[in-house]
């Protein structure tokens, strides 16, 4: 934004700041505010320094300034320097001069974001017998009314904050780690429809798998769930782009223990480190998943593919469902600017968005699902399961 509308063109002057959580019914909630000034926000971007926020007089949390910059120098008629602070929405440029994009080499995350970049989200659900009889309290997949086990908690809490920046809504829900007509399927449909809307119907389509028939089976695999959704990143990624837009998919993928095939996996994650793509996974459960951290060191060295994991183990985080959201989303910002600065894609224009564009919302066992509760080696849905659908084809 020009500072000569911002504040006169004084980098000294304050200037007040509201934080609010949005809520889709338009009442958004009042969290706090601060006085500044852009000097101050300059230095504590560059000082990594937290900036306070206060409610009715008492402290309400701190805010991380991750970018702010003064930059072009250039004069206007009244004699003001047009100067501008990176990161802040700009109006539309008036009539006959032309947009001009952040430059490429310090776009951030928030340029992207502000500029009409679009997080699409993937969902992938771990349905292997080491997870349990989920009609028995206290197994990973127990579905009560009264409280959410851990997959749901997962999704609620990471799902959700994704969504505020996905305009249509739209989720993939897939499974893997289940069989169907006696074959195991590593990347099946969840639900009735190949996308659900909204975080209810994320967890709609979770709860209804339990009702098709499946048996809960081994090994578990990433790989078809992983390539899949890359191919779905990769095609929303140009339909955005067919509309003057961006778009950047981020897979979640739920699991209770590590991949059983190491080498696979690493190969699988170097053959996609290419799309338009994150992949987020949380480990449920009390596995123990050191196995498992070998994905967040794949490529975090540099100088082989793109690194776009990040593994959390979901009970690190299990008292605050901010903490489990933080940790696991820590590492999209970089891997988003990562992915669009080696295509040399700048930040679209600013845009802004109103309320009418934002909706918020080991060896394994197979475990049969059968109403026999007897002591089984396979854990099997009777019921359903002739609507079986592959993962993102259309039923």
Same mark, same amino acid.
């Given at each position: 934004?020009?500072?000569?509308?911002l504040c006169g063109?004084?980098l000294d002057?304050?200037?007040?700041?509201?934080?609010?959580?949005?809520e889709?019914?338009?009442?958004h909630?009042d969290?706090?505010?601060?006085?500044?000034?852009?000097n101050a926000?300059?230095?504590?971007?560059k000082?990594?320094?937290?900036?306070?926020?206060?409610?009715?007089?008492?402290?309400?949390?701190?805010i991380?300034i991750?970018?702010?910059?003064?930059?072009?120098m250039?004069?206007?008629?009244d004699?003001?320097?047009?100067?501008?602070v990176s990161?802040?929405p700009?109006?539309?440029?008036?009539?006959g001069?032309?947009?001009?994009?952040?430059?490429?080499a310090?776009?951030?995350?928030?340029?992207?974001?502000?500029?009409?970049?679009?997080?699409?989200v993937?969902?992938?659900?771990?349905?292997t017998?080491s997870?349990?009889?989920?009609?028995?309290?206290g197994?990973?997949?127990?579905?009560?009314?009264?409280?959410?086990?851990?997959y749901?908690?997962?999704?609620a809490?990471i799902v959700?904050?994704?969504?505020?920046?996905?305009?249509?809504?739209?989720?993939?829900?897939?499974?893997?780690?289940a069989?169907?007509?006696?074959?195991?399927?590593h990347?099946f449909?969840?639900g009735?429809?190949?996308?659900a809307?909204?975080l209810q119907g994320v967890l709609d389509?979770y709860?209804?798998?339990?009702?098709?028939?499946?048996? /809960? +089976?081994?090994?578990? $695999?990433?790989?078809?769930?992983?390539?899949?959704? !890359?191919a779905?990143?990769?095609q929303a990624? %140009? &339909?955005?782009?067919?509309?003057?837009?961006?778009?950047?998919?981020?897979?979640?993928?739920?699991?209770?223990?590590?991949?059983?095939?190491?080498?696979?996996?690493?190969?699988?994650l170097s053959?996609?480190?290419?799309s338009? /793509? +994150?992949?987020v996974i $949380?480990?449920?459960?009390?596995?123990?998943?050191? !196995?498992m951290?070998?994905?967040?060191?794949l %490529? &975090?060295?540099?100088?082989?593919p793109?690194?776009?994991?990040?593994?959390?183990?979901?009970?690190?985080?299990?008292?605050?469902?901010?903490?489990?959201?933080?940790?696991?989303?820590?590492?999209?910002?970089?891997q988003?600017e990562?992915y669009?600065?080696?295509?040399?894609?700048?930040p679209?224009?600013?845009?802004?968005?109103?309320?009418?564009g934002?909706?918020?919302?080991d060896?394994?066992?197979?475990v049969?699902?059968?109403?026999?509760?007897?002591?089984?080696?396979e854990?099997?849905?009777?019921?359903?399961?002739?609507?079986f659908?592959?993962?993102f084809?259309a039923?």
């Open positions: 934004m020009e500072l000569s509308v063109g004084k002057a304050p200037l007040k700041f509201t934080v609010y959580d949005y889709s019914s338009g009442k909630v969290m706090g505010h601060m006085e500044t000034t852009v926000l300059v230095n504590a971007a000082n990594k320094t937290s900036m306070a926020l206060q409610w009715r007089h008492e402290p309400a949390g701190t991380i991750q970018k702010a910059e003064v930059s072009g250039e004069q206007i008629t004699g003001v320097q047009n100067i501008s990161g802040v700009a109006p539309a440029p008036a009539p001069r032309p947009a001009v994009a952040p430059a490429l310090s776009a951030s995350f928030i340029d992207y974001i502000s500029g009409g970049c679009e997080l699409n993937v969902v992938a659900i771990d349905f017998g997870n349990g009889d989920p009609r028995k309290p197994t990973l997949h127990h579905i009560d009314k009264n409280s959410r086990n851990q749901e908690q997962a999704m809490a959700s904050t994704l969504l505020k920046y996905d305009s249509d809504q739209k989720i993939p829900v897939l499974g893997f780690g069989k169907y007509d006696g074959v195991v399927r990347c449909q969840c009735t429809s190949p996308e809307h909204g389509a709860d209804a798998t339990f009702k098709t028939g499946l048996i /809960m +089976s081994k090994p578990t $695999v990433f790989s078809e769930v992983m390539e899949g959704a !890359a779905h990143a990769t990624f %140009n &339909a955005a782009v067919a509309k003057g837009s961006q778009s950047y998919t981020i897979l979640l993928i739920l699991t209770d223990g590590a991949v059983s095939d190491v080498n696979a996996t690493a190969a699988c053959k996609i480190s290419d338009p /793509m +994150s992949v $949380v480990g449920v459960g009390t596995a123990d998943f050191s !196995a951290q070998f994905l967040d060191d %490529n &975090a060295g540099g100088g082989g793109r690194d776009i994991v990040q593994f959390v183990p979901f009970n690190q985080y299990a008292n605050s469902s901010h903490s489990l959201t933080q940790a696991t989303l820590e590492e999209i910002p970089r988003l990562g669009f600065k080696s295509k040399n894609i700048a679209g224009r600013p845009v802004i968005r109103t309320d009418s934002i909706m918020v919302e060896e394994e066992d197979e049969d699902l059968s109403l026999d509760f007897g002591d089984e080696e854990i099997v849905i009777s019921s359903g399961g002739d609507d659908v592959d993962g084809k039923s």
